[in-house]
């Protein structure tokens, strides 16, 4: 059981560049979620998704864009690397409001 | 704009201690109130409060919630090393939509 998996662990990109954080999850939960941590700022949500098909932005969506094709795949995409987007980002899912599944998460630095 | 407030941010202790971890909160349309351990990747699950003064435990963890006082409050006894993490507190506002707090850096020193 694999739960929620994030690729890559890390990576470094430079500015202008354009990559997608993979997050899969084998549970068949309708919801999942992508976060961003900062340090000492907490989780911050920036996209989520009630089910394949549907998303819809978080609190801090801009630089960032998804899909849901499937109920297990939710990529994160960002278009343009800036670097206020260095950040670990966090993948999760959730069936109910008994707590979230997370992703092991990925560190990402914009150079 | 709904918040999550957590005290202290940072704490250090020596083993055999007894913590007190704080979340206040302020939302619109509260729900429940989560409280999660993050160690070195990704946040684990602690506990769920819903109702008032009903305390949750596991082993040395516990937890309770004060609704009218919009607070709640994570103690450890008998701290060990292995409880050093960050502690974070979220409150689900609506749907499957949490606010998070900060965190709680906990260092337990042997």
């Known amino acids: 059981n694999a739960g929620v998996t994030q690729t890559p662990k890390f990576r470094i990109l430079k500015i202008g560049q354009s990559m997608t954080l993979q997050c899969t999850q084998d549970?068949?939960?309708?919801?999942m979620y992508w976060y961003r941590q900062d340090p000492g700022m907490g989780l911050k949500l920036i996209y989520y998704?009630?089910?394949?098909?549907?998303?819809d932005k978080g609190e801090v969506p801009n630089g960032y864009n998804v899909s849901r094709s499937t109920t297990e795949d939710f990529p994160l995409r960002l278009e343009l690397a800036a670097p206020s987007q260095t950040s670990v980002y966090f993948c999760?899912?959730?069936?109910?409001?008994?707590?979230?599944?997370f992703g092991s998460g990925t560190r990402l630095t914009v150079v | 704009e709904d918040k999550v407030v957590q005290s202290p941010l940072s704490l250090v202790v020596h083993e055999g201690d007894t913590v007190t971890l704080n979340c206040s909160y302020e939302?619109?349309?509260?729900?429940?109130l989560l409280w999660y351990k993050q160690e070195k990747k990704a946040p684990t699950f602690l506990f769920m409060l819903?109702?008032?003064?009903i305390e949750k435990k596991s082993g040395r963890l516990s937890s309770i919630l004060d609704k009218k006082e919009l607070f709640s409050i994570l103690n450890i006894t008998a701290t060990q090393t292995g409880d050093s993490a960050i502690y974070l507190c979220?409150?689900?506002?609506?749907?499957?939509?949490?606010?998070f707090g900060p965190g709680t850096r906990l260092s337990v020193l042997p």
């Open positions: 999760a899912s959730s069936e109910t409001a008994a707590g979230y599944t």
């Open positions: 549970m068949n939960h309708n919801y």
């Open positions: 819903t109702s008032s003064g």
């Open positions: 979220a409150v689900n506002n609506y749907g499957q939509n949490f606010v």
């Open positions: 939302v619109t349309n509260f729900r429940s």
């Open positions: 998704s009630v089910g394949a098909g549907i998303t």
